[in-house]
């Protein structure tokens, strides 16, 4: 959708053309004011003619001078935020599994959208220029055909140039865009995993991997370097050429008689304003940039959301979970699936298994923080991608490790939850003793691993969800991995026992004494149910490999 004309880009567009209708009358007023001044016109109005032209082409270029940061700024910040939202409309569901990684996505969200926001100050640039020109070559065919025939000489010669320098340019501004992409890919990736390459020691590995790309960047600016200089020579020659050639044109003309003195100013004045056309190699090398820019802003924008649902899902019902054919793939690998699972309305199931079993994709399927590449997931017989987005966000809640809070304070992040979800999340302690309570905005807050999942579970029980999804080791279930002292932990657990009796529940478990807890189990080995259907905790232990299992996740999570 185009974006609506703003002051700033009106003012642009306006400023512009009168920068270069004044610029294109200037060396004609300039003729008429050295030919009064030699008494060929006598009279002081090509005097008031020039200081007039003068004036309005300061304030034409002033205004211009303001507008196009302005207008760039505008359009930078337009493009990132249609981009910010686009993205929170693909959701976490899968649409970008496979596309770039989250550090190429900020280069675009910050470096490629900078650049696309200058595109129109660019172009319109560009284009003024251009039109410049071609003015100067008609005020020069109306001094005499012969001025014109030799400003021509030089025109072929510099739009192979201008066009030369364009195909060469364009590829490579895209080039040094995706290496530094690549580049903050791995940042951010190194500054996730900051922990684990600390404590192996690894600081030196990671930054040659992080910085592996420099080489190929270097390349990328200094071919784009040498196309910058070469062109600007080149363009330095033939604007020397195509000036000597109009000049020593118009002066045999003024030899002959055939043009007035204040005419051979004028020439002058046009042959450097047509030749300025081959100059603005920096005016092309804005337009590439901010083309390839938006190239990469708009390879984001063809991803196209998934048409949101309109369903509702049917009063009275107890949040059962149907897995029909789930299938999950990274490429051609298989992580979860063939699947085909039932959890009973209001019942707890735990999914225990080895690490990378697929316990966190079977629990991200009910909400949609990943959509399977195969199969239907339905609730309470109504399939997940067919309900309307805030149905689904009110039929199914998560308990995360590190909770996200969005909004400006405490209050926005935990809309709908009051005192007593706090009380219950055991939460109302440290709020209350915020510097503003609940008015305490975010960027203030200082908080532990357990006060921040603490907060996360107060949003959870204000939410009336028919489903939840735990993760123990955010939960409070979980004392190893939670923040939270024993006797917090078991107030938090009765508090959230009380809060969803009744709801579905998915806990994904890291303790035995979890899946224990439990009214069933299901057990995942690499992606698929290892037992035919679910079973309670007790008639799993039977089987050894259950019990390695549990084993191997408890162990796991002791040494996280």
């Not at 004045?269 to 092309?284: M, T």
């Not at 939410?463 to 123990?472: G, I, S, T």
């Amino acid at each position: 959708m185009p974006r609506r004309p703003t002051g700033w880009t009106l003012a642009l567009g306006l400023a512009l053309p009168v920068e270069a209708a004044t610029t294109l009358a200037l060396p004609a007023v300039l003729a008429a004011a050295v030919d009064a001044s030699l008494g060929h016109r006598p009279g002081p109005g090509a005097f008031v003619r020039l200081a007039l032209v003068l004036g309005v082409a300061a304030a034409a270029d002033a205004t211009a001078a303001a507008a196009g940061p302005a207008c760039s700024a505008e359009a930078t910040a337009a493009l990132r935020g249609r981009l910010v939202r686009h993205l929170l409309a693909l959701g976490p569901g899968g649409r970008l599994r496979h596309g770039p990684p989250p550090g190429d996505l900020a280069a675009r969200l910050l470096g490629s959208a900078g650049d696309a926001g200058g595109r129109l100050p660019a172009v319109l640039g560009a284009a003024t220029a251009l039109l410049t020109s071609a003015g100067a070559i008609l005020g020069l065919g109306l001094l005499s055909p012969w001025l014109a025939l030799a400003f021509f000489a030089g025109v072929i010669p510099g739009v192979v140039l201008i066009r030369l320098f364009l195909r060469e340019a364009g590829p490579v501004f895209a080039r040094y865009q995706e290496v530094q992409a690549d580049l903050a890919a791995r940042l951010s990736g190194a500054l996730t995993g900051l922990r684990s390459i600390h404590a192996a020691g690894a600081e030196q590995r990671e930054a040659a991997r992080v910085l592996a790309p420099l080489p190929k960047l270097s390349a990328a600016g200094h071919a784009l370097w040498a196309a910058q200089r070469r062109t600007a020579w080149q363009a330095t020659l033939l604007i020397a050429a195509v000036e000597v050639a109009v000049l020593a044109t118009a002066g045999t003309l003024l030899a002959d008689g055939t043009l007035a003195p204040g005419a051979l100013a004028a020439a002058a004045g046009w042959a450097a304003l047509g030749a300025g056309l081959f100059e603005q190699v920096e005016a092309l090398v804005a337009v590439a940039h901010a083309r390839a820019g938006q190239a990469r802003a708009d390879e984001l924008l063809a991803v196209r959301p998934a048409a949101p649902g309109r369903a509702a899902l049917p009063a009275g019902g107890y949040g059962e979970v149907v897995l029909r054919g789930v299938v999950v793939r990274d490429g051609d690998r298989v992580l979860l699936g063939p699947l085909d699972l039932t959890v009973p309305g209001g019942r707890t199931v735990a999914l225990v298994g080895r690490s990378g079993s697929g316990k966190s994709l079977l629990a991200a399927l009910p909400g949609r923080l990943r959509d399977p590449d195969e199969g239907t997931v339905l609730i309470d017989g109504v399939p997940v991608d067919a309900l309307a987005p805030s149905e689904l966000r009110h039929a199914v809640g998560y308990a995360f490790t590190r909770p996200a809070l969005i909004g400006r304070t405490v209050r926005d992040a935990l809309a709908g939850a009051g005192p007593a979800e706090a009380a219950a999340a055991r939460a109302d302690g440290f709020l209350q003793r915020l510097p503003r309570g609940w008015d305490t905005p975010l960027d203030e807050l200082r908080l532990s691993g357990g006060e921040l999942q603490r907060l996360g579970l107060t949003r959870l029980l204000a939410q009336p969800a028919r489903v939840v999804v735990l993760d123990d080791a955010a939960s409070g279930l979980d004392l190893a991995t939670s923040g939270l002292d024993l006797a917090t932990e078991y107030l938090v657990t009765e508090a959230l026992d009380r809060a969803t009796l009744g709801r579905t529940r998915l806990v994904v478990a890291h303790r035995a004494g979890v899946a224990a807890r439990a009214d069933l189990v299901a057990w995942l080995d690499a992606g698929r149910l290892r037992a035919l259907a679910l079973a309670p905790h007790a008639t799993l232990l039977a089987d050894p490999d259950y019990r390695a299992a549990l084993s191997d996740t408890t162990l796991r999570t002791a040494t996280a």
